[in-house]
């Protein structure tokens, strides 16, 4: 027979062993949640997430909590906003619509599930008629461009989008693609990084692998506004 005390003590670890398994679930201690994950770029700022909770950086400011993991917020939406631009993608996953247009060009399809969605970019995989991978369309606010694929697009903003040719441990190269004229130049040969994200003055890259961690740059231009150099701010 169990006596008072024996319970209550038995009941009291019983209670803290749930509190244990309900943080841990909650915070994402034992999950790829416990990873940080960064979101988007957006006046500067990186939005990003770590224990399912979200947090916003600041260049030489750091980071402050905006949400909990218990606030799980919406779903994906099907129309995407990048400035004034406005795109939906179509029922059946097929289109990609601008006032009532299909920005994918004739002959492919795309990947819906892998949109790539920013404040100031949206980057669609795009898909031959076999199934396989033909390029990205690359939008912003004032420029649309359907990139080959030999370089990757990450991230985008205005006239320039951001890319590697191939993600993983070792230092890459990222470079710095014009989406007016084509052109693709090395940006810098020391990036090791899993994505990135920017807004046009701030490039942060996300490098996958251990627990994951970010870097924050700052963009320079040459006298002609044309990207040149990443300037290292520091880990987010």
């Not at 898909?127 to 369309?137: C, V």
Request: aromatic residues 8%; contains cysteine; negative net charge.
């Amino acid at each position: 027979m169990i006596r008072g005390k024996t319970l209550r003590n038995t009941l009291l670890v019983l209670a803290a062993l749930a509190l244990a398994v309900f943080l841990a679930v909650s915070f994402g201690l034992f999950s790829p949640s416990a990873h940080m994950w960064p979101n988007r770029v957006e006046g500067g700022q990186l939005y990003y997430t770590r224990h399912n909770c979200t947090l916003a950086y600041t260049p030489g400011g750091g980071s402050s909590l905006l949400k909990l993991p218990w606030d799980r917020g919406g779903e994906a939406p099907d129309t995407y906003t990048v400035g004034e631009r406005s795109f939906t993608l179509s029922e059946d996953g097929t289109q990609l619509l601008e006032n009532g247009k299909n920005l994918v060009p004739e002959g492919l399809g795309l990947f819906a599930s892998r949109l790539n969605a920013q404040p100031d970019s949206l980057i669609v995989p795009l898909s031959d008629a076999r199934g396989n991978e033909a390029g990205r369309l690359c939008l912003t606010t004032d420029h649309s461009r359907v990139l080959d694929g030999s370089i990757e697009p990450l991230c985008a903003a205005g006239r320039w989008a951001y890319g590697v040719g191939q993600r993983g441990d070792e230092a890459a190269t990222l470079y710095c693609m014009d989406l007016e004229t084509g052109e693709t130049r090395p940006l810098t040969d020391e990036a090791s990084l899993s994505l990135a994200l920017t807004d046009g003055r701030w490039l942060y890259t996300y490098r996958m692998w251990g627990t994951g961690s970010a870097s924050c740059w700052e963009i320079t231009c040459d006298a002609e506004g044309r990207p040149e150099a990443l300037d290292y701010v520091g880990e987010v």
